[in-house]
C-alpha cells in the first residue's frame, strides 16, 4: 500500500515521533501498537502474516522489536496473508494471525475471510485504521471495515482507545478458536497505535454474555441417538469437518468401528480417517463416490457428524434422503436442522458425544450392508475410475497424477488443493492416510487459496511434505507469493496441473451450455520459467513415463518446487450430481 | 406467503449488532418494515424491535442464525396473529 505522508518518519528518522517517546516511559507505559504485538505474543501466536501500509505503521515498528518472539512472513498481496493464516491455522490447530493497513489492505483480506467462515478456520485479522479523527471524512485509505466484515466474520470490533487494546486482542483470539471457529477482525485506529496505556496483559477468562461455545452435552439426546443406531440395519456416518476441528479422528474411528458403521466423507472432513479403513465407503458429494451418493437414498440412518448439509453434499434437497431418519450432531445450534431436519440433534463438541456415544452403542457387524457399497464401487471402478488411472489416450489424466501423488507420498503428504477441477481429482484420487491431510476451500471454493495456503501449512508443518495441487488458472490468481515462499525458503511444492482451460467452467459450458467455450480457455505463461524468475526449481512433465520420475524429484527436493504437468484438455470429472438433481441421480458419464 | 412477524433482540451495545441484525434480515429476503432501537436502563444492552414481513422458513433460518452470533443475548419472533392473540388475552 502507498504510504499516508503524515505518517512517513522524517529524513534519518527511524521511529516515528510518538515512539520515541514510548521509550522514555515507565516500563509498563507502551505504545498501543507495543501492545497489539506483546498482546499477540502472550496470546501464544509465533506466526504472523501481513503486509504494511501507512495506517499499521507503528504497529510494524513495534513488531521490528519483536522478531525473537512472533515471526513476520511478508506476503506479496493481503489476500495472500489470509490464505496463508487459513493454512497455517488448519494445519497446526492453532490460530492464524494476518496484519494489513486500512483502506485496500483491509479490503483485499475480504474474500479471505468470507472463506474463512465457511470453512471453520480461526482467523485474526488485524487492520489499521485512519486516525479517530478522521473516520468518516473519506480520508486517504480509509474504508469503513467494520460495515464491510460484519456479516463475513464472527466478531469485529473497532479500537480507537489503546487502554482497550490487550483486551479486545485476547478476545479476538479466544473468539476465533472457540466453539466453531471462525475469522474476527479487530481494526485499530492509528491514534490507538499511537497512544499510550498501562500494559497489563489481559488474564481473566473471556466471559462473554450470550456466547456458549461448548455446550452441554445431553445425555438424553445421545441415549436417543444410540437406540437410533442400534436399530438401523442401513445406517451410515457423514463425516465433516467438524471432526477434525475438534480433534475427534480417534473417536470416530473408535464409535464406527464398535457399531460398524459405513462413513463417507464430506470435501473438508477427508483425512479424518485413513482412506483405507474398511468402512470408509468414499467421498461425498456432486463429484464425490457413486456408493455413499446412492445410498444416501437407501439407508434407514444418516448419522452427520460436524458437518452442515452444504448443497454440494445433498443436492436436491426436496429428493435427499427422504427415507432416513437423521441425527444431527454439531457445535453451532444454527447449522443443526438448518438444511435437513433431524430426528435426533445433538449440540456438542464432536469429540466428546463421539465418546459418548461409542461406550452406549452396541457392538454390530454389518455385512450385507457394507457388501452393498462394494457392490456400487465396482460399479464406479469399471464406468469411471478405471479410465481414469489407466487412460487409453497418451495424455496424461488430473486423475492419474493424483493417483501417482498419493503412490510416491504413501498418502502422507499434506496436500493443499485449489479450486477446480483438479480439486476434485484431487479430492477423489489422493487418498489420505496416517497423518496426511488434505486441505482446500470448500466453502467459498476460492481460487488462488492453494498456493498461499500451502505457505502456511509448510510454516506450520516442517515434518511432512507439502504439495499444492493448483490448476492453470487459480495459480494466475496468486502466483505472486512464490516470491514469499522463496524468500521464506518454505519448501513448498507446487504442482499445476495445466490443461490450458478452466476446467471445471469449460466441462459445465460442454455438458450444459452446448460447447459454447465462452471466456474459459487460457493463453497460459510458461510456468516454469515463471518459477525459475523467482528463484524456484521447476519443471514440465507431459509424457506418462515420465511422471513418476518428476515427482520424485520434486519430493526429494529440499528447497521450493514447481512441477507443471501437462495434463489432457477436455478431460471431464465424473461421476457427477447434475446442479439441481438429487444426490442419487449421480452420473457415471 | 409472506407474513408479518415482530422480531425482538437483545444484543451487546455495539455498533456492529445493527449491521450484522439487518444484514442477516437482508440475506434471509426478510422485507423490513419497521426497525426501532432502544438502550437498556442499565446502558449495557440495544432492544431492537423490527416488525418485518418474511416466509416462515426464512424466518425460522435467520432468527437461528442470529441467535447464534456473538453480542446477541437473546432473539425472539411472533406472527402477527400470536401478537393478536396476545393483546386479547390482556
Redesign the interface.
Known amino acids: 500500500m502507498e504510504l499516508e505522508r503524515a505518517a512517513v518518519p522524517a529524513a534519518g528518522q527511524t521511529r516515528l515521533p510518538g515512539l520515541e517517546r514510548d521509550l522514555a516511559r515507565p516500563s509498563n507505559t507502551i505504545s498501543g501498537a507495543e501492545a497489539v504485538v506483546r498482546s499477540l505474543a502472550e496470546g501464544g501466536v509465533r506466526t504472523v502474516f501481513g503486509y504494511p501500509g501507512g495506517a499499521i505503521m507503528p504497529v510494524y515498528d513495534a513488531l521490528f522489536d519483536h522478531g525473537h518472539e512472533i515471526r513476520h512472513v511478508l506476503v506479496r498481496h493481503e489476500q495472500g496473508s489470509i490464505h496463508a493464516a487459513e493454512g497455517y491455522a488448519r494445519a497446526c490447530g492453532r490460530t492464524g494471525v494476518c496484519i494489513a493497513t486500512s483502506g485496500p489492505g483491509a479490503t483485499n483480506l475480504i474474500t479471505g475471510i468470507a472463506d474463512a467462515k465457511m470453512d471453520s478456520t480461526p482467523v485474526v485479522c488485524i487492520t489499521g485504521q485512519v486516525p479517530s479523527s478522521a473516520l468518516g471524512s473519506d480520508a486517504f485509505q480509509e474504508t469503513d471495515v467494520?460495515?464491510v466484515s460484519?456479516?463475513l466474520t464472527?466478531?469485529?470490533?473497532q479500537i480507537t482507545d489503546p487502554a482497550e487494546i490487550p483486551a479486545m486482542i485476547s478476545k479476538a483470539l479466544y473468539?476465533a478458536r472457540s466453539g466453531r471457529p471462525g475469522p474476527v477482525l479487530v481494526d485499530i485506529t492509528k491514534d490507538a497505535q499511537i497512544g499510550t496505556l498501562a500494559y497489563r496483559p489481559h488474564e481473566e477468562e473471556h466471559e462473554?454474555?450470550?456466547?456458549e461455545p461448548f455446550p452441554t452435552l445431553d445425555e438424553e439426546r445421545v441415549e436417543a441417538a444410540c437406540r437410533l443406531i442400534d436399530r438401523a440395519k442401513r445406517p451410515l456416518v457423514l463425516v465433516g469437518q467438524g471432526v477434525l476441528l475438534s480433534g475427534a479422528q480417534k473417536e470416530l474411528g473408535e464409535f464406527v468401528e464398535k457399531a460398524g458403521l459405513p462413513f463417507a466423507c464430506t470435501l473438508l472432513g477427508l483425512g479424518a480417517i485413513t482412506s483405507e479403513h474398511p468402512l470408509y465407503v468414499g467421498l461425498l458429494g456432486m463429484h464425490g463416490n457413486y456408493g455413499p451418493n446412492i445410498k444416501t437414498n437407501e439407508c434407514d440412518l444418516l448419522v452427520a457428524v460436524g458437518m452442515r448439509f452444504d448443497d454440494r453434499v445433498t443436492g436436491d434437497l426436496a429428493k435427499y434422503a427422504r427415507q432416513a431418519k437423521v441425527v444431527h450432531l454439531d457445535i453451532?445450534?444454527?447449522e443443526i436442522?438448518?438444511n435437513v431436519p433431524a430426528e435426533v440433534e445433538i449440540l456438542a463438541d464432536a469429540r466428546e458425544a463421539l465418546g459418548a456415544m461409542t461406550t452406549r452403542v452396541r457392538s454390530r457387524v454389518r455385512t450385507a450392508w457394507l457388501a452393498e457399497f462394494a457392490a456400487c464401487d465396482a460399479v464406479e471402478r469399471a464406468r469411471v475410475i478405471e479410465n481414469d488411472l489407466n487412460p487409453a489416450s497418451p495424455e496424461l489424466r488430473m486423475s492419474e497424477v493424483m493417483d501417482r501423488l498419493a503412490a510416491r507420498t504413501g498418502g502422507r503428504a499434506l496436500v493443499i488443493a485449489d479450486v477446480g477441477q483438479h480439486q476434485m481429482a484431487a479430492a477423489r484420487y489422493y487418498g489420505c492416510r496416517e497423518g496426511g491431510a488434505f486441505i482446500t476451500s470448500g466453502g467459498l471454493g476460492t481460487m488462488g487459496f492453494a498456493l498461499p495456503a500451502a505457505m502456511g501449512v509448510g510454516l506450520a508443518r516442517r515434518d511432512r511434505p507439502v504439495v499444492a495441487v493448483i490448476g492453470d488458472g487459480g495459480f494466475q490468481m496468486t502466483s505472486q507469493e512464490l516470491a514469499t515462499i522463496v524468500e521464506e525458503r518454505i519448501p513448498v511444492k507446487v504442482m499445476i496441473l495445466n490443461n490450458g482451460y478452466l476446467g471445471m467452467v469449460r466441462q459445465w459450458q460442454e455438458l450444459f451450455f452446448r460447447r459454447r467455450y465462452s471466456q474459459t480457455e487460457l493463453t497460459n505463461p510458461d510456468f516454469v520459467a515463471i518459477a525459475e524468475a523467482y528463484g524456484m526449481e521447476g519443471r514440465r512433465v507431459s509424457e506418462r513415463t515420465e511422471l513418476d520420475a518428476s515427482i520424485d524429484e520434486m519430493l526429494s527436493s529440499e528447497a521450493p518446487y514447481l512441477l507443471e504437468v501437462v495434463v489432457e484438455r477436455e478431460e471431464n470429472v465424473f461421476p457427477m450430481v447434475p446442479a439441481g438433481a438429487g444426490c442419487a441421480e449421480i452420473r457415471l458419464e | 406467503m409472506h407474513a408479518q412477524y415482530t422480531v425482538t433482540a437483545l444484543t451487546?451495545k455495539?455498533?456492529?449488532s445493527f449491521?450484522?441484525l439487518i444484514?442477516?434480515m437482508g440475506?434471509h429476503r426478510i422485507e423490513i418494515e419497521s426497525y426501532a432501537c432502544s438502550t437498556s436502563p442499565s446502558g449495557a444492552t440495544y432492544k431492537h424491535v423490527l416488525t418485518v414481513r418474511a416466509r416462515p422458513e426464512g424466518m425460522r433460518?435467520a432468527v437461528?442464525?442470529i441467535?447464534?452470533y456473538?453480542?446477541?443475548?437473546?432473539i425472539c419472533y411472533r406472527s402477527l396473529e400470536e401478537n393478536v392473540n396476545s393483546e386479547k388475552a390482556g
Open positions: 467494520i460495515s460484519a456479516p464472527k466478531w469485529n470490533h473468539l462473554i454474555r450470550g456466547y453451532d445450534a444454527s436442522g438448518k | 451487546e455495539e455498533n456492529s449491521l450484522r444484514a442477516a440475506r433460518r437461528k442464525q441467535g447464534g456473538v453480542g446477541v443475548l437473546g
